[in-house]
């Protein structure tokens, strides 16, 4: 079996092994997207690579922190169904030692912020959305997301009063 060799003008478009460094106590892959992801919640981010698009800030988890985001990313998935409604993780980041995982779905499930009567009396009025008058979606990712932060929470300090390592 031969092997087709590249020539050394092209560069691959896949991450390469040399692109890993250390950060945070933990390994970031660098794929060329900005911002870079932390490894720990890769098996997250391979099953549902749709809430790891566009993030608009670091994308980092604590050691102990994996199992329970997989987790988390697992319930939310399942709670959408077939239409992922545009969920995305817009930031994971750490707040002394507690888990801040900020998330987004899709604009036609925002609130509007509306302005009445701007002549005499103007009044802002702010809208649910006609896609979830009820906020059944919202409320619902909101509730598995708190959860998984409790959980992730939980996790981070049975590790640490029992010493383990992961």
Known sequence: MSQKKMSP???STKPAINQMKSWN???EINAGLAPTLDVRFLCA???YPYMFESPLGDMSIERH??????LTCMEIDAFLGRDKRE???RQLDIENGQPQWYW???K???YQVLVEDLGTNPRVVIAKSPADPKDELRNGVRS???TGMRRAAFFNREASNSGAMQ
Request: aromatic share 18%.
């Open 9 to 11: 003008d092209r560069k």
């Open 25 to 27: 106590g933990g390994v």
């Open 45 to 47: 981010a391979i099953n």
């Open 65 to 70: 922190w994996s199992a329970a985001f997989t």
């Open 87 to 89: 969920f995305r993780w």
């Open 104 to 106: 987004s779905i899709g």
């Open 108 to 110: 036609e499930y925002d």
């Open 144 to 146: 598995l997301v708190e």
